[in-house]
Structure formats: structure tokens, C-alpha cells
């Protein structure tokens, strides 16, 4: 009996085509987009357009009636000059460089005297970090309020405090010209204090410990080790807080009017306050624009220092 074999037919494997490499990029580029585009959306949306409609504005001779007529004619670099040839202008200018200044190095100072003295351990200590962190939660306008009514002249807790132990009791914390501008600055130190210390708290934290077990080893004091370690090394964070705090501070609005609505005499007036004035009180939308494209214009300085800073930190 003979047996017959039929050959098996050779198995073929399909080889999977290659992807095109045009189209993979292409794919990863709209998943990009994708991703990115309700945050491009948001920003062109709430941040762009009214950016771009103040601009247009400050250009414009944009008055109540506009609102009902829709003509604003564009009137060139009027409201420019107006506002440059007005005094007040210069004393706005000048009193938000002061309370700048004077707010980010007392703020500063504080916060980092005591973002170093919570470093130590001791009883209490978490609960008096928060206790510190109120003022900071606190609503702004709130606090200037309260601030409002205790350094009243006559009825605030200071001058009764400061009566009872004979030092004083009548000063014109907010109703002097010369007093003014120091109360707004001080007032805005305690409130920006818990900000600067929560940030160069956590700085310190990441210091190495070594370090200052070495410098004692030789010798190093402790003002030393502290210019000569401490500080570098919170260089980035402290770059960060002076440049954040700046852009938090040269714009403050609430605080001012509700501690003395820019005055008395307009000792206290600022470039936020006299943004709010020229538009809501005064009326005239096109100055208020055109000082509100200032501090934009500031703002934006420092933020592009700000991320020079960070980039070149990260080098």
C-alpha cells in the first residue's frame, strides 16, 4: 500500500507596513495642541482681548456717552499727554515707588528673619506658624478696615494703647500728610510678612544640614554661615519672592482706598488708586487706561526679569 504526502504550503508572514513619519508628527502635534488650547482659549479670552481693548482705549475719547453711542473717536497721544503733563501723575508715580520699596524690604526682612527662627525646634512652634499665616488669609479690604479703625486718631486701639503707657496717643496715623504713606506701607508689611515667610521657609528646608555642621567645624559663626551659606544658597527663592511680591504690591488698590482712599491730600494716592480715579470717579476712561497700560507696562517688565532669572538659574 502506497502513501502519498502532499507538501504543506509555505507560511507567510504579513510584515506590518512601517508608520509614515509625517503623519506620527502630525498626530503629536494636534495632541498637543489639543491639550494647550483651552488654557490659549482662557488667556486670549480674559487676558488678551482686554489687554488689547485697554491699548485700543487709551487712544480713544471714551466718555459715558459711549456707552450708549458707541463713537469713541481715537483723539492720537491726547490722553497720553494729559495724563504725563498732570501733576498728580508724578506724585502717583512717586509714592507707588516708596510704598513698593518700602513694602518688599520690610516684608522681606521679616519674613526672613522668622522663616530662620521657625528652622529651630520648639514647643508650639506649627501653631505659631499659623497663627502668622492669618493676616495673609484674611481679605485685603478687610484688613484695611480694621487697620482703619485702629489707627483712628481719636478712637483707635494704637493711640489708646500708646496713651496709657505715655508715650503718645494723639498721632494722625492716617490724617496727616507726613504719616500717611508710612501707616499704608506698614500696615501692607503685616500683611505681605506670612507670604514671604511660608516661601523662604520652605527654601531653607531644602539647604543641606551638612553644610552648616561643616562651617562649624571651622569655625564659621553664625552671622558667617549665614551670609555665606544661607543666602546663596536661597538665592533662586528669594528671587522668586522679590519679583512676585513686586508684582503684587505695585498694583495695590483695595488696601489704599480702604485705609484712606488716597489721601489726605493725596499723600497715599498711587498709580492703582489713580487708575481707579481717573476711570470710576472722574469718569475719563482714556487717562484711566493710559495709567493702567503703565503698570501693565511695569509689570511686565519684571515678569520677563523674573523668567530670565528662573532660566538662568536652571542653567
Not at 514647643?123 to 489707627?151: A, D, F, Q, T, Y
Not at 490724617?175 to 503685616?190: E, H, P, Q, R, Y
Not at 544640614?209 to 562649624?216: H, I, P, R
Not at 503684587?248 to 482706598?257: E, G, Y
Request: charged share 15%.
Amino acid at each position: 500500500m502506497s502513501t502519498t504526502t502532499v507538501a504543506a504550503a509555505p507560511l507567510t508572514k504579513k510584515t506590518a507596513k512601517p508608520p509614515n513619519p509625517a503623519r506620527v508628527r502630525r498626530r503629536r502635534r494636534l495632541a498637543q495642541w489639543g491639550f494647550i488650547a483651552p488654557a490659549v482659549i482662557f488667556m486670549a479670552l480674559f487676558f488678551g482681548y482686554p489687554l488689547v481693548r485697554n491699548i485700543v482705549m487709551s487712544f480713544q475719547d471714551y466718555s459715558p456717552s459711549t456707552f450708549f453711542t458707541g463713537e469713541s473717536p481715537f483723539n492720537g497721544t491726547d490722553n497720553w499727554s494729559k495724563v504725563f503733563n498732570d501733576e498728580l501723575f508724578g506724585k502717583a508715580l512717586w509714592h507707588t515707588i516708596l510704598f513698593t520699596i518700602g513694602s518688599l524690604v520690610g516684608q522681606f526682612c521679616v519674613g526672613l528673619g522668622l522663616a530662620v527662627f521657625f528652622t529651630r525646634r520648639f514647643p508650639l512652634n506649627g501653631v505659631l506658624r499659623s497663627l502668622i499665616l492669618l493676616p495673609w488669609l484674611v481679605p485685603m479690604v478687610v484688613s484695611g478696615v480694621v487697620w482703619r479703625r485702629i489707627l483712628d486718631q481719636d478712637t483707635g486701639v494704637l493711640n489708646s494703647f500708646l496713651g496709657t503707657i505715655g508715650v503718645g496717643g494723639d498721632t494722625p496715623w492716617l490724617t496727616s500728610t507726613g504719616m500717611a504713606l508710612i501707616s499704608v506701607i506698614l500696615v501692607n508689611i503685616w500683611i505681605g510678612i506670612p507670604f514671604n515667610m511660608v516661601i523662604l521657609y520652605g527654601g531653607l528646608q531644602e539647604v543641606p544640614k551638612e553644610l552648616y555642621e561643616a562651617a562649624s567645624l571651622d569655625g564659621a559663626s553664625a552671622w558667617r554661615s549665614f551670609r555665606s551659606i544661607t543666602l546663596p544658597m536661597l538665592r533662586p527663592v528669594i528671587t522668586v519672592v522679590l519679583v512676585l511680591g513686586f508684582m503684587s504690591t505695585v498694583k495695590i488698590l483695595d488696601l489704599i482706598l480702604a485705609l484712606t482712599d488716597g489721601g489726605p491730600a493725596d499723600s497715599t494716592q498711587t498709580l492703582g488708586t489713580l487708575t481707579y480715579q481717573n476711570s470710576f470717579v472722574q469718569l475719563d476712561f482714556g487717562a484711566g487706561a493710559v495709567v493702567g497700560n503703565i503698570l501693565i507696562l511695569i509689570s511686565a517688565v519684571f515678569a520677563v526679569f523674573y523668567l530670565r532669572a528662573n532660566r538662568n538659574e536652571g542653567k
